[in-house]
């Protein structure tokens, strides 16, 4: 723990808190925090210590943290009283007792040396907060990358050469920036260009999920077709996500050494184009979460076979059910780690009996009129039918698959 008396200077911004103070003491931040920490870059400590005033700048110029305030966090913090009681809100010590020994001191817009100031600590926020997001996709392209990239090379598509070119670019500023701390016009020339092209490939990943899930959507009420279609869209489905996935790791790469780049050439416009960096992501999500509500539709739909498509046809039914399955969780998985909002991303199936029996529950009540042995005859063949074993139907349903040279498929029952 922290030795008694160690002061952090607390700055909260809509992106987060800005800690700077004493290593010791934001090290125990950084062990007990509820919510994600960064470590802010020596560079950027000191650069913006000069704009908050000989004393607090003094405090900041040993080390700083940047700690996401969640929404339950942020609420935590406004009951305990303030940023000053920040520890209530975002630290927790062994057995969920608070930290104690740290003296938190707010810093207040009012406080600081400079009008720049709260611009400068905003953008600075921001490019952490961004940074943070990125580490989440990032750990979905890790998951997918290595079939990501047999997709890639066996389309052989443009976009390919396209992503490579980014990431190869992005990759040296990157390099740079972490190095230096500062983005250059030399190196802001080589990657400003790339925003054009990242555009163009997020728009295409995108108009290919809404056309991936049209299709699946006409194959809605036809096993066969539905078995087929979801089978072939599964691998669509991964593949374009994870288009999209590296795009958006790619794009906010780039809006990290955009605000880098805007921070050199003038403090006073950090705001401004903090907001507008924040507009852009807010419409990439707002598209984004559209197309994947879409595909979660259009596969519910498909997969949602009546008792009767369901019972006339034992193979592809549970196809169906598998293959609408594998892509709802590559929606879901994706969806999780961008940090999406899609609701409803689920896939309901019916065992193959218990569509016999409900089908023989529809046909009773459908022939209810024509009198009780009517009905009689219509429960007791359903009866019949529960009896009957799933393996038995299926074993038939392949025989005549072969006969047709249909021959079995890699994720038959």
């Not at 704009?51 to 700083?64: E, F, L, P, R, W």
């Not at 810093?107 to 100031?117: H, M, Q, R």
Request: proline residues 2%; negative net charge.
């Amino acid at each position: 723990m922290a030795s008694d008396g160690a002061t952090v200077q607390v700055f909260e911004t809509q992106d987060g808190l800005l800690l700077f103070g004493d290593e010791d003491a934001l090290v125990q931040i950084e062990d007990h925090s509820l919510t994600p920490v960064k470590k802010i870059s020596p560079q950027q400590v000191a650069r913006v210590a000069g704009y908050v005033g000989v004393a607090a700048g003094d405090a900041m110029a040993n080390s700083g943290r940047w700690v996401k305030l969640t929404a339950e966090s942020a609420e935590a913090v406004k009951k305990a009283g303030g940023v000053g009681k920040v520890a209530s809100g975002v630290l927790r010590g062994d057995k969920g007792k608070i930290l104690q020994h740290l003296k938190l001191d707010p810093l207040s817009a009012g406080a600081l040396a400079t009008p720049t100031a709260p611009a400068v600590l905003g953008g600075m926020a921001a490019q952490y907060a961004i940074e943070a997001a990125l580490d989440d996709i990032t750990a979905y392209l890790e998951i997918i990358d290595a079939k990501l990239d047999k997709l890639l090379k066996q389309r052989k598509t443009q976009t390919l050469g396209q992503l490579g070119g980014v990431t190869a670019v992005i990759d040296e500023a990157a390099s740079i920036y972490e190095q230096t701390g500062r983005v250059s016009s030399t190196t802001w020339s080589k990657v400003q260009s790339n925003s054009l092209a990242l555009a163009t490939m997020q728009h295409e990943a995108i108009a290919e999920l809404a056309a991936l899930a049209e299709e699946v959507a006409r194959s809605a009420g036809d096993a066969d077709q539905a078995a087929k279609v979801l089978g072939e869209a599964a691998d669509d489905a991964q593949f374009w996500l994870g288009v999209l996935a590296r795009c958006i790791a790619l794009q906010d790469r780039q809006y990290v050494l955009e605000l880098a780049r805007v921070f050199d050439e003038g403090p006073e416009q950090v705001d401004s184009h903090r907001q507008g960096i924040e507009i852009a992501r807010a419409d990439r999500v707002r598209r984004i979460e559209q197309a994947l509500r879409d595909i979660a539709a259009s596969v519910s739909e498909s997969a949602a076979l009546s008792n009767l498509s369901t019972v006339v046809n034992p193979l592809s039914a549970p196809r169906v059910a598998r293959r609408a399955g594998a892509i709802t969780t590559h929606v879901a998985t994706f969806a999780q780690h961008a940090d999406l909002q899609v609701a409803g991303i689920e896939v309901a199936s019916t065992p193959w009996r218990r569509a016999a029996r409900g089908l023989f529950d529809e046909t009773s009540t459908a022939v209810g009129g024509a009198g009780a042995s009517a009905v009689g005859r219509a429960k007791g063949a359903g009866q019949r039918v529960g009896k009957f074993r799933d393996d038995r139907v299926l074993r038939r349903a392949r025989k005549i698959e072969e006969k047709r040279g249909l021959g079995a498929d890699d994720d038959q029952p």
